[in-house]
C-alpha cells in the first residue's frame, strides 16, 4: 500500500535517519524514485557539516559533494519544524495520500504583500502555534483537515500524537519535516513527509506532576532546539536603503523563509529617516518581541542599542529584548562575529539556532553630549587613519567593502599622524598577559543564558562545543539592574589615578587608534582576534606613523588573518576605561562606523549590558590560541 512506499526514517543521536525500502529510492542526484513527487534532496550529505568557515564566510556552501543515497541523516541543528499529519480525522484513507510527499504542505501563508510599509507580518496559525509540552498529550484529539486549501493546521496537528493510521504499526508516526537545505550560497526550507519509526524513550513531567513520554515529533523538536528558544517573537528593523539598497530583498527572499518556517512570529518596521530606528526603539511595545534583528548594516543595532538605552524602562527592556542583525548591508561585523557568517539566510538559520548570550558594551562619553546621552557602543571606536578612510570614503559608498581598505592604504602612504594623549585602565597590558587572559576566558561562557550541559554526549551537535568545559549558567533572565548602567568613571571626574598614561612617544606619532569588542570590524578583517562576548575588556590596538611602509605592508596585508597583532610594532592590549585627547584640529571619531565629534572622547566596558544571539553561544573562532 503507499504508505509502504513512504520515506522511512528513525530518530539517531544526531538528527533524522532516512531509511528507504527500495535501493532505488534516490536517483544518483538526490532524487526520491519510489512513484512519489519528486523532491531534490541535494546535498544532504552536507548537512551534517555545519561548520562556518572561520574566515567570517558562511557554512560550508559546496552542494556538489557525493550525494548519500541511503541513510541520509538530517541533523537536528537543520531542522527547523516537525508536526504529525492528520489522517484519522480527515475521512481519507491512508491508501488514498497523495503520493506526493508535498502536496499536502502548507507552507508560510502570510500573504504580506511587498510594500515598504511598517506592518505585522506575523506568520499564519500553523506557524504560531507549535508542538509544546502541554499540547502534544495524546488524549487531545482535536483535529482540523481543509481539504479546499490543503493546510494543515498546526494546533490540531500538533496535538495528535502520530496515532497509527491504516498500514501503520504502533511505533509508526506520519510527520512533516522542515529543514534548511543549501541551495546555490544560501540555506533554503526544505519539506519532507516521513514515516518515522520510534518509540521515545524520553519523559517529562506534566502539569499534574505525572511522568508522561514524549512523542515524537516532541523529541524532534527539543533536540533540534536545544540549547535555543523556539517560536520567537521578532521585530525586524529594516533599513531599505542598507547595502546598497538590497537590504529588503535579501531579507524578504532569503531570512524570511527560513524565520517563518521555523516558526518564528515577525513584524516588520522599515526605518523611513537616518536615526529612525533610534525612535523604533525608544517607542516600542516591548512584550512584544523577545528579539529585534535588524535587516540592515551595523548602523541599525547601534541604534536600536542606543534607542533602548534611552527607555525609562531600560532595564526591562534589556533584560528582555536579544538584539541581533540578519547581514543586509554593507559593514555587516555583528552577524560575521556573531552568527560567523555573512549571508542573510545562514544567519537567520544561526538566529533560530543560536545560544541567548549577553555581551559586554562600550559607553562612551564626550562634552558635546555626555549630559544628554552617552552613546553606548557594541563594534568598535576608532581614530585616525582608520577613522578617517571609513568615514571620508562614504562618497565611494558603491564600491562596497573595499572603499574602506582603498582609504587606509592612501592614507598610511601618505605618512599621516594623528597626535593624542591617552589614558588607560589596563586589565592586560602586555602580549603575554593578554594571551594568558584570553585562554583563561575563552571557554568560560560568561554572558550564556540557556546554556546547559551537552545532553546529548554522543550527538554531533554543533550548538554545543564537546571539548568545552562550561557548567550549566547561573545568569538570572532578570540580570541587569540600573546599577549596571551606571557609569563608573564618569568624564566630569578627574583621570583615575590607577590609569596609566601612555608613552607620548607612541601617542605623538599615533596612525591607527582602534578599540573593539567583536572579532571582525567587517568582512575579511579580523581586527579584534582575542575578542571575548563577555570577558570585561575592550581590545586596543595602536600603530606609530613611524613605522616604515616595508613594515606597515604586511601588517595591513595580515588583517583577514588578525595575525597583525602579534606584529612586534603593533601595540595589543586589554583594557577596561581609557581616555582620548586628540591633539589635531580637524578630523574625527568613528564609533561603530558613525561620525563622532573630534573632542576627548572617554570610554568604559559595560559588562553584559545586551542580550544578543551567539551560535554556540561564542563569537566566531579567531584561532587566536594557536598564532
Ligand atoms: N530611510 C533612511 N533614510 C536615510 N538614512 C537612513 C534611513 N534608514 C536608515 N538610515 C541610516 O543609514 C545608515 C546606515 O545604515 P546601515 O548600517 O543599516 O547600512 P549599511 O549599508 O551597512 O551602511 P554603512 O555602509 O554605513 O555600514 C544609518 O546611519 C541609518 O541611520
Known amino acids: 500500500m503507499a504508505i509502504q512506499k513512504k520515506l522511512r526514517a528513525i530518530l539517531t543521536d544526531e538528527g533524522v535517519l532516512i531509511k528507504s525500502q527500495s535501493h532505488h529510492m534516490f536517483s544518483k ?90 506592518r505585522s507580518l506575523s506568520n ?40 497509527p493510521m491504516l498500514g501503520m504499526k504502533d511505533n509508526q508516526h506520519l510527520i512533516d519535516l522542515t529543514f534548511a537545505v543549501p541551495k546555490g550560497h544560501d540555506v533554503v526550507p526544505q519539506k519532507l513527509r516521513l514515516l518515522i519509526d520510534h518509540v521515545s524513550k524520553k519523559t517529562r513531567t506534566n502539569s499534574k506532576g505525572q511522568s508522561v513520554t514524549f512523542g515524537v515529533v516532541e523529541e524532534i523538536l527539543e533536540k533540534s532546539y536545544e540549547n535555543s528558544k523556539r517560536n520567537r517573537s521578532i521585530l525586524v528593523i529594516i533599513n531599505p536603503h542598507g547595502g546598497k539598497g538590497t537590504a529588503k530583498t535579501l531579507f524578504l527572499t532569503k531570512a524570511r523563509p527560513i524565520l517563518i518556517e521555523s516558526g518564528c512570529k515577525i513584524e516588520i518596521a522599515y526605518t523611513k529617516y537616518a536615526r529612525h530606528a533610534i525612535d523604533i526603539a525608544k517607542d516600542l511595545d516591548i512584550s512584544k518581541y523577545d528579539t529585534i534583528a535588524c535587516a540592515s548594516g551595523d548602523g541599525i543595532p547601534y541604534e536600536v542599542i542606543n534607542g533602548l538605552y534611552r527607555r525609562p524602562d531600560r532595564v526591562e527592556a534589556f533584560n528582555k529584548l536579544a538584539v541581533t542583525q540578519l547581514p543586509c548591508g554593507s559593514g555587516n561585523a555583528m552577524s560575521i562575529s556573531c552568527h560567523w557568517t555573512n549571508n542573510p539566510s545562514y544567519a537567520a538559520l544561526c538566529l533560530v539556532k543560536s545560544i541567548e548570550t549577553r555581551i559586554d558594551l562600550m559607553c562612551c562619553s564626550q562634552p558635546s553630549y555626555m549630559n544628554e546621552w552617552p552613546r553606548l557602543s557594541f563594534l568598535s571606536q576608532t581614530y585616525g587613519v582608520i577613522a578617517e578612510s571609513d568615514i571620508n570614503t562614504e562618497f565611494i559608498r558603491w564600491m562596497g567593502p573595499i572603499r574602506f581598505n582603498l582609504g587606509v592604504a592612501f592614507n598610511i602612504f601618505q605618512g599621516k599622524k594623528y597626535p593624542c594623549e591617552v589614558f588607560v585602565k589596563y586589565a592586560a597590558k602586555s602580549k603575554k598577559e593578554l594571551k594568558v587572559h584570553f585562554l583563561e576566558n575563552k571557554d568560560k561562557n560568561t554572558g550564556c543564558l540557556t546554556f546547559e550541559p551537552n545532553l546529548h554526549p554522543n550527538s554531533s551537535s554543533d550548538l554545543v562545543s564537546k571539548n568545552n568545559n562550561n557548567t550549566k549558567n547561573e545568569l538570572s533572565p532578570n540580570f541587569l539592574t540600573e546599577d549596571n548602567f551606571r557609569l563608573r568613571y564618569p568624564m566630569t571626574e578627574p583621570v583615575p589615578s590607577d590609569w596609566e598614561k601612555m608613552d607620548s ?32 575588556t575592550i581590545d586596543l590596538v595602536i600603530t606609530d606613523a613611524r613605522i616604515p611602509v616595508t613594515k606597515m605592508t604586511p601588517i595591513l596585508l595580515s588583517l583577514d588573518k588578525g595575525s597583525h597583532v602579534l606584529e612586534p610594532e603593533v601595540v595589543h592590549s586589554k583594557i577596561v576605561a581609557y581616555k582620548i585627547i586628540p591633539k589635531v584640529k580637524t578630523g574625527l571619531f568613528s564609533v561603530d562606523g558613525e561620525k563622532f565629534p573630534l573632542e576627548p572622547l572617554q570610554v568604559e566596558i559595560m559588562p553584559m549590558l545586551c542580550k544578543t ?11 587566536f590560541e594557536t598564532m
Open 613 to 623: 544571539l551567539l551560535r554556540n553561544g561564542r563569537y566566531i573562532d579567531t584561532e
Open 124 to 163: 499564519d496559525k500553523s506557524q504560531q502555534v507549535q508542538p509544546t509540552a502541554s499540547n502534544l498529550h495524546p488524549s487531545s484529539t482535536k483535529h482540523q483537515w481543509d481539504s479546499k486549501t490543503t493546510k494543515i493546521d498546526a494546533s490540531a496537528d500538533a496535538s495528535r500524537d502520530g496515532s
Open 505 to 536: 612617544d607612541l601617542t605623538d606619532n599615533l596612525t591607527i587608534f582602534y578599540t573593539g569588542k567583536m572579532p571582525y570590524i567587517a568582512k575579511d578583517t579580523k581586527f579584534f582576534p582575542a575578542a571575548l562576548p563577555a570577558d570585561g
Open 29 to 118: 542526484h538526490g532524487q526520491l524514485r519510489n512513484g512519489d513527487s519528486l523532491s531534490l534532496l541535494s546535498c544532504l550529505s552536507c548537512l551534517d557539516d555545519g561548520a562556518l568557515s572561520s574566515d567570517g564566510g558562511s557554512f560550508n556552501e559546496d552542494d556538489s559533494l557525493e550525494l548519500l543515497p541511503f541513510n541520509t541523516t538530517i541533523p537536528f541543528n537543520r531542522i527547523l519544524n516537525a508536526k504529525y499529519v492528520n489522517t484519522s480525522s480527515t475521512g481519507l484513507d491512508s491508501s488514498k495520500l497523495s503520493p506526493d510527499p508535498f502536496q499536502h504542505e502548507n507552507a508560510s501563508s502570510s500573504s504580506e504583500n511587498d510594500e515598504g510599509e511598517n
